[in-house]
């Protein structure tokens, strides 16, 4: 199993930047993939980002294409959503997850098994 710590939500102005961490412990933290996902009040949680082991593949939701970047430093065992021209509609909780299973099998249904607490982003109009 993989803890996962997220940071880095606040406030921020539409148009502004935000750049969301994860860190991941635990022995298979390096070797996992990882994701961002988010949850408005109201709605469903949804997929934004999500990142191999290496970093070689990425996939990115339809809306957060050309906005956001997913990264990752295994050596600091820490992921990174950066979040450019950040609207409104972006304002949500904002969850890490990993799962040491294939990127196949993970990015085909989106699943993983370990989630963190969440950091909230509110982006203001």
């Known amino acids: 199993q993989v803890q996962l710590v997220e940071s880095g939500g606040g406030l921020v102005q539409a148009g502004g930047s935000l750049r969301l961490s994860c860190a991941a412990s635990g022995r298979t933290a390096s070797s996992s993939v990882m994701g961002w996902f988010r949850q408005a009040p109201g709605k469903e949680r949804e997929f934004v980002a999500a990142i191999s082991w290496s970093g070689s593949y990425t996939r990115y939701a339809d809306d957060a294409k050309g906005r956001f970047t997913i990264s990752r430093d295994n050596a600091k065992n820490t992921v990174y959503l950066q979040m450019n021209s950040l609207k409104p509609e972006d304002t949500a909780a904002y969850y890490c997850?990993?799962?040491?299973?294939?990127?196949?099998?993970?990015?085909?249904?989106?699943?993983?098994?370990?989630w963190g607490q969440g950091t909230q982003v509110t982006v203001a109009s």
């Open positions: 997850a990993a799962d040491r299973r294939s990127w196949e099998w993970v990015v085909a249904g989106y699943r993983f098994g370990s």
